[in-house]
């Protein structure tokens, strides 16, 4: 497989960034993930983390080089992620019901692509600078547009754009959606993002740039575009945008080729959340930083399948 893939994430305007991605990949196969917490639940931090750790592990663990079954993959990893956080809660007493958004893909040797996502994190398939299909938002502003009471135009800046029926985390189990396999082409791109990008960018917008100029600059430009748009109130904002370069006749420098990769090799990448200057919130230390990290690895065992 050949492919460029760059992650960019920024706290915003917000005291902790609570989104997480990361991507992993093996010799035939590559795994985007993004998760945004849910501010107005607790730690919604963790059940970003548990979410994007526990994906990243199902992956290690299925792609040997390739996933079997693609869509059966994804949905048993996002049902485990939701046990995973709510397991993590009880065990820690965690109040308040720790909630997360999900979209993630899976690309194969060939250009064959599937997604699902729940929530309002959002993935785009991008062919020469148009959108060619994205997600539908599990919103309350998403179900009023389907009922013509309200316009595109008026979703962002509608009271209920934030108001999700279906997370990771809750009370209920999640509904996932996934997308119908897709071909990629050369040059077709897919970009996973949280609501702080698309909230405040246009899809329109988000294609062209995408589409032009490498990954590696256009990604940072438009997560710090959409974070000074959006001014001192801004959400986080993560974007993680992968071309497909297979067929192409040349390497882009940023190029990944997976062709010498040994068959049981996986290799993964995070973007690890800044948190603004001056942060407030009490640090943990080395000792409690270990601990969470493995009681977290620990609720993601009983749950990997």
Not at 29 to 35: K, R
Not at 244 to 271: H, I, K, Y
Request: with cysteine; net charge negative.
């Amino acid at each position: 497989m050949k492919f460029s893939i760059h992650q960019a994430t920024s706290v915003g305007g917000r005291p902790v960034n609570e989104d997480r991605v990361g991507y992993a990949y093996s010799r035939e196969a590559l795994l985007m993930v993004l998760s945004d917490g849910m501010g107005g639940h607790a730690a919604g931090e963790v059940a970003a983390q548990i979410t994007l750790q526990s994906l990243i592990q199902a992956f290690r663990l299925s792609a040997k080089p390739r996933v079997e079954d693609p869509l059966s993959f994804l949905s048993q990893a996002i049902i485990n992620a939701h046990y995973a956080i709510l397991e993590y809660a009880r065990v820690n007493h965690i109040e308040g019901n720790p909630r997360a958004t999900v979209v993630t893909c899976l690309v194969q040797e060939g250009g064959y692509a599937w997604w699902a996502h729940v929530g309002d994190s959002r993935l785009y398939h991008i062919r020469h600078g148009k959108v060619l299909t994205r997600t539908i938002d599990h919103s309350h502003a998403q179900l009023l547009i389907e009922q013509g009471v309200l316009s595109e135009a008026q979703l962002r800046t509608h009271d209920s754009r934030n108001r999700l029926y279906c997370s990771l985390g809750g009370e209920t189990l999640p509904h996932v959606d996934f997308g119908r396999r897709a071909v990629l082409q050369a040059g077709d791109v897919i970009a996973l993002c949280s609501d702080g990008l698309w909230g405040v960018l246009d899809d329109e917008e988000i294609a062209e740039r995408l589409a032009r100029g490498p990954l590696v600059r256009v990604v940072p430009e438009l997560v710090e575009q959409a974070e000074m748009e959006a001014g001192p109130n801004s959400d986080n904002v993560s974007l993680i945008a992968m071309r497909w370069e297979e067929g192409e006749p040349s390497l882009a420098p940023d190029t990944v080729s997976t062709e010498t990769m040994a068959l049981d090799q996986v290799t993964t990448a995070f973007s690890l959340p800044q948190q603004p200057p001056g942060f407030s919130a009490e640090p943990l230390d080395n000792e409690e930083i270990e601990r969470a990290i493995r009681e977290i690895n620990e609720t993601i065992q009983k749950f990997k399948g």
